[in-house]
């Protein structure tokens, strides 16, 4: 039977390794899509409606390069402004839709969105295929709604499944419904470029090096691009697969041998797939003040004291430089992460949601699981056992830059702000109800 196919692209910008094509490979039209919603860009604590500059570089460098592989294959991608279902809706009627492909996601928006187009338009064919995790639901030895509330019990459990290959780039697909004229040349020059082209050749410099070998001991460190994977900006986005990221590092093991170093990048994997099971789990609970325990966190909001922590003026020279590269650059290390994030909800006592929004906004490798899942976490409302995750910021100092060398860096002992300061202005704004 004829049909004219939608693919809709989300988090699984790329060819590689991407089940939607096998689900759109046998229609007789396909018309590829990505939707940029608005409302991705509203940030509802920030007061503000912009994304930083090197995450939405980062994202159009990313569309752009897959509208450009597409083209080999005889498509393209049309990037389209609007809300995803009044979108969505507009394009099954204009062009005669009647199966719509795409991936599953942990926000919200694109959830709600397919449901209520497969409402609105029952004869629609809905396919959502699992891009973005290491395994499919149905190959998890539990049902989601049994899901661990830790990582660790998560981890025994799934550890040892057997993973699946994953599936080569489609060499064909089916011709387009429409052309599309939004294509533009992409240069790879930055050493983070967005795009599955520069993803796949950073995953080949990473795994042709002796970097992997040292990866437990070097992650920690706050300034060093060889000190971790660095491949997370192109898996949030998509651009890459975490399961080839799993098989080339198989790959390394069987050519240069197994350490505690190689089974942490896989370890640290796990810990992704854990948070984009969690979402999926508790749905609009991973934005919930006090989480999907109702734990009730002893924090609110103090303006002049999130505006310091933002900004890089607080009274700890290690956040400040941390802070201070964030904006710059749109990155910082893990151990950063849970050092500003334990500063903000611990030392501060203002609510985790400002931070993880601001992180949302600011960084490359935004992915909406593993940030809230994490500031979750670090916030005592989360998946910690422990209920509090709370950093003893001089002695990480002491073990992390012992020589101030990041602090000086990045200027982290400029235009600190004492704590006096914080309690003259740091009255809260409002109270926190839910």
């Known amino acids: 039977m004829s049909r004219s196919s939608l693919l809709w692209f989300t988090n699984n910008l790329r060819l590689d390794d991407n089940s939607v094509f096998n689900a759109v490979s046998e229609d007789t039209k396909l018309h590829c899509i990505y939707i940029h919603d608005p409302r991705i860009e509203l940030f509802f604590h920030l007061g503000e409606k912009h994304l930083s500059t090197h995450r939405a570089q980062f994202l159009q460098q990313t569309i752009s390069t897959l509208d450009q592989q597409l ?20 394009l099954v009627q204009q062009h005669s839709i009647d199966k719509i492909v795409t991936s599953r996601h942990t926000g919200s928006y694109e959830q709600q969105a397919i449901k209520a187009i497969a409402k609105r338009f029952p004869h629609l064919q809905i396919v959502v295929e699992e891009t973005a995790t ?20 998560f981890r025994k459990r799934v550890e040892g499944l057997v993973i699946d290959q994953p599936v080569t780039a489609p060499t064909s697909l089916p011709p387009p419904i429409l052309q599309s004229s939004i294509r533009k040349p992409v240069e790879l020059t930055a050493s983070v470029h967005g795009g599955e082209v520069a993803a796949l050749r950073h995953l080949e410099t990473y795994f042709n090096s002796t970097a992997p070998l040292t990866y437990k001991e070097t992650r920690n460190a706050l300034d060093d691009w060889q000190s971790s994977t ?27 041998g197994a350490n505690e170093s190689t089974y942490w990048i896989k370890f640290e994997l796990l810990w992704r797939e854990y948070f984009q099971w969690y979402a999926l789990h508790w749905g609009d609970r991973l934005y919930a003040f006090k989480g999907p325990h109702n734990r009730n966190p002893l924090t609110s909001y103090y303006a002049e004291r999130f505006r ?21 650059t749109g990155y910082i290390s893990n151990r950063a992460r849970q050092l500003v994030a334990s500063c903000l909800v611990h030392e501060l006592a203002i609510d985790w949601r400002y931070g993880a929004e601001y992180f949302e906004q600011q960084l490359l490798d935004f992915d909406i699981a593993s940030n809230w899942g994490n500031w979750q976490y670090l916030a005592g409302v989360g998946a910690d056992p422990r209920g509090h995750r709370q950093f003893n910021l001089e002695k990480q100092t002491e073990i992390h830059d012992p020589q101030h060398r990041f602090i ?24 926190v109800y839910k």
């Open 230 to 256: 660095k491949l997370s900006p192109w898996l949030a986005v998509g651009a890459l697969s975490c399961r080839r990221v799993i098989a080339r590092l198989s790959e390394y093991e069987s050519q240069n």
């Open 134 to 153: 290491i395994f499919q639901e149905s190959q998890l030895p539990f049902a989601l709604s049994d899901l661990d509330n830790s990582f660790t019990p």
């Open 71 to 90: 083209s080999t294959l005889g498509q393209c991608l049309h990037k389209i402004d609007g809300d995803y279902l009044e979108s969505l809706t507009r």
């Open 308 to 328: 310091a922590w933002r900004e890089g003026h607080t009274h700890y020279p290690i956040i400040n430089a941390a802070m201070k590269q964030l904006k710059a």
């Open 408 to 431: 000086k860096s990045w200027d982290g002992n400029k235009d600190c702000q004492t704590t006096a300061l914080f309690d003259y202005y740091g009255d809260p704004l409002w109270p």
